[in-house]
């Protein structure tokens, strides 16, 4: 079959750019390529600004009806017997969660605006009568606004090319710089950063010989950016986010209990599992308990955060915890293949 993606995103110069559309288009888009179809990935104003009939099945990333000739093209899609999906992998819809959102936890963005935003991706959804989410929780909020829609739960998975690759290049049994180091792409986690400072600042001070990393642009005002064992980057590329996991012993994850975070995906811990990297996140997370204790640390308080931070025991080399991670990857990898291969089931 031949099948268009078209990605609503901000990274209009190179989409890919946008690690949203690498994870929910491209690699999606790669598998069901290996299985015999034809892939295009397009940003949606080269979409909309010039539509085409050609393909049988039209998947809009994070579609958003405000967008110029939006309706006219679906209903034409729709005319022309066209299979048409949307894809989201965050919960960005309904007036009553907007105040859940990164933008405006973070005071990036006023109330009004992202409320309005919401409701249009909420009015978006009723174009539609399929739908392909990230997780579990993402399909449950988005029946509940339209319950009759179809919906379909691709988990996030990173290809073999990139794993192998990734593992390959980083992956050595040398001892790493970094006890701890915290990765985000944007400041729109500044109010989930805010839950460990206190505690990374006083496991800072209290072991002024380790190293604490912190990859990305927060913007918070606080004095664990002043102390001398911590360590800054800039936000690095998809590449070179592998590079800076490799160098810590843990990786950490906090996450503010809301909706939003709720049905965010597990895609801290697929990420850190390239390189062995063991990861912290706040428990309460039904994407991320699944795999506590074996896999990934639930911390339930402060003293849970420290005691975490402190231990001397290294994953990264021990070679029964890296078959397991092995293993489980197996095991994830089979759930992606057989969620994309019901995808093509529901196509017909």
């Not at 894809?87 to 006023?110: E, G, T, W």
């Not at 206190?198 to 209290?206: E, F, S």
């Not at 102390?227 to 998809?238: F, K, Q």
């Amino acid at each position: 079959m031949n099948i268009i993606f078209i990605a609503f995103t901000n990274q209009k110069n190179n989409i890919f750019n946008d690690k949203s559309v690498l994870y929910r288009c491209l690699f999606i888009g790669k598998e069901l390529e290996r299985l015999g179809n034809k892939i295009t990935i397009i940003e949606s104003k080269n979409f909309f600004d010039n539509y085409s009939l050609e393909y049988d099945i039209y998947v809009f990333f994070r579609p958003n009806k405000t967008i110029n000739n939006f309706e006219c093209i679906i209903n034409i899609l729709k005319k022309n017997k066209k299979i048409l999906f949307a894809s989201y992998d965050d919960l960005i819809f309904s007036k009553r969660l907007a105040p859940q959102a990164p933008s405006i936890v973070n005071n990036f963005d006023k109330l009004e605006k992202i409320e309005q935003y919401f409701l249009e991706n909420e009015l978006t959804l009723h174009y539609f009568d399929k739908v392909i989410v990230s997780t579990a929780c993402l399909k449950n909020e988005i029946i509940k606004i339209v319950p009759n829609i179809e919906v379909n739960i691709i988990n996030n998975f990173i290809p073999d090319n990139i794993y192998d690759f990734t593992n390959s290049r980083y992956v050595h049994e040398v001892k790493r710089n970094f006890q701890i180091g915290y990765m985000c792409g944007t400041a729109s986690h500044n109010n989930d950063f805010k839950i460990i400072e206190d505690v990374l600042i006083k496991y800072a001070l209290d072991y002024p010989n380790i190293k604490i990393l912190i990859v990305g642009p927060l913007t918070n005002d606080t004095d664990l950016f002043k102390l001398d064992n911590v360590y800054r980057v800039d936000a690095v590329g998809y590449e070179g986010m592998f590079y800076f996991l490799s160098q810590c012993n843990f990786v950490i994850a906090p996450l503010v209990k809301n909706e939003f975070n709720f049905s965010k995906s597990n895609i801290k811990f697929l990420e850190s599992q390239v390189v062995f990297t063991r990861l912290i996140v706040q428990s309460g997370f039904s994407e991320f308990d699944s795999f506590a204790d074996e896999f990934i640390d639930c911390a339930d308080n402060k003293n849970d955060w420290y005691n975490y931070f402190n231990r001397n025991y290294t994953f990264y080399n021990n070679k029964e915890y890296i078959n397991s991670i092995k293993l489980l990857r197996l095991d994830l990898k089979k759930k992606y293949l057989l969620e994309i291969k019901q995808l093509l089931t529901n196509f017909s």
